[in-house]
Nanobody
Framework: QVQLVESGGGLVQAGGSLRLSCAASGRTFRSYTMGWFRQAPGKEREFVAAVRWSGVSKYYADSVKGRFTISRDSAKNTVYLQMNSLKPEDTAVYYC????????????????????WGQGTQVTVSS
């Protein structure tokens, strides 16, 4: 089974930046669709961003579009989420997820479509 470990979270002031990393081990995920989700206390998991196997097709939630960038480095088995212009409402635990099969937008935005999940990394944005 693929293991995913997130890192890079922390405390940042509004308007600041963070880069999250998701390191994969086990099976290669070069052909996987990779996604980022987030979850605040008492709320359901929320789609943030996803990148398909080609690295060309990327999808973003409207709430982060223009501020966040997802990318992947297959040689390092790592996917990144660059977060700029952070807002207090971005505060959440951020999770990396992997899907073995390629799929379009309507599929990759649904958390239940991903087979593998990391343990999460906390992002806190202060006012």
């Amino acid at each position: 089974q693929v293991q995913l470990v997130e890192s890079g979270g922390g405390l940042v002031q509004a308007g600041g930046s963070l880069r999250l990393s998701c390191a994969a081990s086990g099976r290669t995920f070069r052909s996987y669709t990779m996604g980022w989700f987030r979850q605040a206390p008492g709320k359901e998991r929320e789609f943030v961003a996803a990148v398909r196997w080609s690295g060309v097709s990327k999808y973003y939630a409207d709430s982060v579009k223009g501020r966040f960038t997802i990318s992947r480095d297959s040689a390092k088995n790592t996917v990144y989420l660059q977060m700029n212009s952070l807002k207090p409402e971005d505060t959440a635990v951020y999770y990396c997820a992997a899907r073995a099969k390629d799929a379009g937008f309507s599929t990759v935005v649904r958390a239940q479509e991903y087979e593998y999940w990391g343990q999460g990394t906390q992002v806190t944005v202060s006012s």
